[in-house]
């Protein structure tokens, strides 16, 4: 076949392409001009975040309980498990346990918990009566806090454990808030 043949072979092939094709693929949707930022941001609904509710995104679970055990993972890491979950603790409960496992990380981090008097007769609510700290390396993928009792141990009541993600406490760092109840059990 001769070379001179395919140059008005593909000429017509091209020019038919560019008149029966109408649109191109490539060609971009027009602008929107003037859209109120409601209408064009967060189109999907998604409800608030809750920091007066129990924790979420963060930790596969959470949860108090009366005692932890350790035991080997499936990756030969040590996992905590709680023992007697609970959210009723009688006055005389040595300590209250949160237990909790997270999603694998990147970074290590801190996990603390801040126990205060949600309505206990004698404290004042917004005064912490304890605390502690649970430094999560790499490999951790569980932890717990441990909250021991106020001088002269736990008055019957209900209190609330604002949960921070972070080297220091302060509100940005606040991920949410679980309560538990001192009480008489039957």
């Known amino acids: 076949m001769h070379k001179t043949g395919a140059y008005?072979?593909?000429?017509?092939?091209?020019?038919?392409?560019?008149?029966?094709?109408?649109?191109?693929?490539?060609?971009?949707?027009?602008?929107t001009r003037d859209v109120p930022i409601q209408?064009?941001?967060?189109?999907?609904?998604?409800?608030?975040y809750d920091f007066d509710a129990p924790p979420q995104g963060l930790f596969r679970s959470i949860q108090f309980s009366e005692s932890f055990e350790e035991e080997m993972g499936f990756r030969r890491t040590h996992e905590i498990v709680p023992t007697s979950p609970t959210e009723v603790f009688r006055p005389d409960s040595p300590?209250?346990?949160?237990?909790?496992?997270?999603?694998?990380?990147?970074?290590?981090?801190?996990v603390q918990g801040v126990c205060y008097p949600e309505q206990v007769e004698g404290f004042d609510p917004m005064k912490p009566i304890a605390q502690d700290v649970m430094y999560l390396a790499l490999e951790d993928e569980s932890g717990y806090l441990k909250l021991f009792p106020p001088p002269g141990g736990w008055r019957p009541g209900k209190y609330k454990v604002a949960i921070h993600i972070g080297w220091q406490v302060n509100q940005a760092n606040l991920i949410g808030t679980m309560r538990f109840t001192v009480a008489q059990k039957p």
Not at 8 to 31: F, K, N, V
Not at 39 to 48: G, I, L, R, S
């Open 8 to 31: 008005p072979l593909t000429a017509a092939i091209l020019l038919a392409s560019l008149c029966l094709g109408g649109q191109s693929r490539a060609e971009q949707p027009p602008l």
């Open 39 to 48: 209408e064009f941001q967060n189109k999907a609904d998604v409800p608030p």
């Open 95 to 110: 300590s209250v346990f949160i237990v909790f496992s997270v999603y694998p990380h990147y970074e290590s981090y801190q």
